[in-house]
């Protein structure tokens, strides 16, 4: 018996749908509407381009990284307009593009496996750039 291919998205929701519900009269048919639910599974919306996981996880990256060009040119207006020092200026600049990289690379949809390493990087850079002063304090100081 010849497999029909559907012509359209809604036909294999209906078929998938009628398979779960036991009302398919060809049992060939059932089982391979729940093998095309099953592949559908994943996907959101109905239609002709049904949106995946994967356009879900560049969306959000998309708006991540718009995200971090806002703040950072907010940053950058601020900085212009208050008189800071320039290791706070490095600082916070490199603080907040250290920020925008860790939510741009959990939401791009990376395993943890791949994303362990650059965060650790990321975090090892900040720590460096919040834990070091240029200006030794009163307890550096030997005393003597």
Same mark, same amino acid.
């Given at each position: ?6 012509? !359209?998205?809604?036909?294999? *929701?209906?078929?998938?749908? =009628? @398979?779960?519900?036991?009302?398919? #009269?060809?049992? =060939?048919?059932? =089982?391979? #509407? $729940?093998?095309?639910?099953? @592949?559908?599974? %994943?996907?959101? /919306?109905? +239609? ?8 879900? =996880?560049?969306? &959000?990256?998309?708006?991540?990284? /718009? ?5 950072? +040119? ?7 307009? !208050? ?9 916070? &600049?490199? *603080?907040?593009?250290?920020?925008? #990289? $860790?939510?741009?690379?959990? $939401? ?7 994303? @362990? ?5 990321? /975090?090892?850079? @900040? /720590? %460096? &750039? &919040? +834990?070091?002063?240029? !200006?030794?304090? !009163?307890?550096?100081?030997?005393? +003597?």
């Amino acid at each position: 018996m010849a497999r029909q291919i559907p012509d !359209s998205q809604e036909e294999v *929701v209906d078929s998938a749908t =009628a @398979a779960q519900f036991g009302n398919a #009269s060809d049992p =060939a048919e059932a =089982a391979s #509407s $729940t093998e095309s639910a099953a @592949a559908k599974r %994943y996907t959101f /919306g109905t +239609g002709k381009n049904p949106r995946t996981k994967a356009d879900l =996880a560049r969306e &959000l990256s998309f708006c991540v990284l /718009g995200f971090g060009v806002i703040m950072m +040119g907010l940053l950058v207006h601020v900085i212009k307009c !208050s008189h800071i020092e320039k290791e706070n200026i490095v600082r916070v &600049l490199m *603080v907040t593009l250290i920020i925008i #990289s $860790t939510l741009f690379l959990i $939401t791009a949809g990376y395993s943890n496996d791949q994303i @362990a390493p650059a965060i650790g990087l990321l /975090g090892t850079v @900040a /720590g %460096y &750039l &919040l +834990g070091k002063s240029s !200006s030794p304090t !009163s307890n550096d100081q030997p005393k +003597g």
